[in-house]
């Protein structure tokens, strides 16, 4: 089974950028759809983003669309986030999730890292 784990999470300015990977240990990476979901203090798992299994089709929740991008890179075993215009509103746990088909529904994915901190200061 495929092991997903994030890094690249830290804190930065409001305007800043920060770039997550997430790398995909064990299992058949290009057999899965890959998703990042992000969870705020008091609030519900969200998606953030999502990206199917050769890295073609991509689709972005409505608070993150032309600021963030996903991308895979499926010789390495490796998903990327790369987050602009960071807003105050974006300070979360940030999760990778490997699953069987491309969804926005957290609990259609099997397979979920422990989450990496992105906090952006006012």
């Known amino acids: 089974q495929v092991q997903p784990v994030e890094s690249g999470g830290g804190l930065v300015q409001s305007g800043g950028s920060l770039r997550l990977s997430c790398a995909a240990s064990?299992?058949?990476?290009?057999?899965?759809?890959l998703g990042w979901f992000r969870q705020a203090p008091g609030k519900e798992l969200e998606y953030v983003a999502i990206i199917g299994w050769t890295g073609g089709s991509t689709a972005y929740a409505d608070s993150t669309k032309g600021r963030f991008t996903v991308t895979r890179d499926n010789t390495k075993s490796m998903m990327f986030l790369q987050m602009n215009s960071l807003e105050p509103e974006d300070t979360a746990v940030y999760y990778c999730?490997?699953?069987?088909?491309?969804?926005?529904?957290?609990?259609?994915?099997?397979?979920w890292g422990q989450g990496t901190q992105v906090t952006v200061s006012s």
């Open positions: 999730a490997a699953g069987s088909y491309g969804s926005i529904r957290p609990q259609d994915y099997e397979h």
């Open positions: 064990g299992g058949t990476f290009t057999r899965y759809a």
